[in-house]
């Protein structure tokens, strides 16, 4: 099943624009991760999955995320938006969600890595907002798409190893983007000040 990645991505891009130089040094929900940081993975993982979707095998699919500290480009403020909007195109074609890909050195079926692709967008756009104190919302079918993610794995380390901490106690009851940050390993609740 084929997903859109548009919300999620164009929610990045607006957030992204929304980041103020002197914000680049803030924390944010994901440890040890600055909002400069967190830039500069979304930077990288746009470009990794759009190279996911096209099959390309090298450096882009093949290095694992955790290889190396991403460093923010200089010129993050356009280069960020031009590869989300790649990102979406390339996982609009049928042909991405076919067979299997691989990203982050994981070879996977490919629409497997479509759901990671999604979940990477709506986590971390919540990551961006959270951390720079801007509005955030997500479609109801991205939304879905992460819960089913990471309800679907293990709260066992291994498994969630390069992609979720351990999960966090929520209410049943709870929003469903509260869940799917706590499935994530993310503190729904949490703020720059906390």
């Known amino acids: 099943m084929t997903l859109d990645l548009t919300q999620p991505a164009e929610q990045i891009a607006r957030l992204a624009a929304g980041v103020t130089d002197d914000q680049l040094g803030d924390p ?3 440890p040890e991760m600055t909002v400069g940081t967190l830039l500069a993975h979304l930077a990288g993982l746009a470009e990794a999955f759009t190279d996911a979707a096209a099959k390309v095998s090298g450096p882009t699919t093949g290095t694992p995320p955790t290889a190396a500290t991403p460093v923010l480009p200089d010129d993050w403020r356009t280069l960020i938006p031009a590869r989300l909007e790649a990102l979406v195109t390339a996982w609009r074609q049928p042909a991405a969600w076919a067979g299997e890909t691989t990203v982050g050195g994981v070879t996977m079926p490919a629409t497997d890595i479509g759901y990671v692709a999604n979940n990477e967008l709506v986590v971390h756009g919540w990551d961006l907002a959270s951390a720079t104190d801007q ?6 079918a991205n939304l879905d798409a992460s819960w089913v ?3 679907n794995t293990p709260d066992d380390p291994d ?3 390069g992609l979720f901490g351990p999960r966090l106690p929520v209410a049943e009851s709870a929003p469903l983007l509260d869940r799917v940050l706590a499935g994530a390993g993310r503190d729904p609740y949490w703020s720059p000040g906390a």
Do not use: G, L
Request: charged share 20%; aromatic share 14%.
């Open 28 to 30: 944010t929900p994901c």
């Open 159 to 161: 498994a969630r190893a």
């Open 149 to 151: 993610m990471v309800f």
């Open 135 to 140: 509005p955030f919302e997500v479609a109801e």
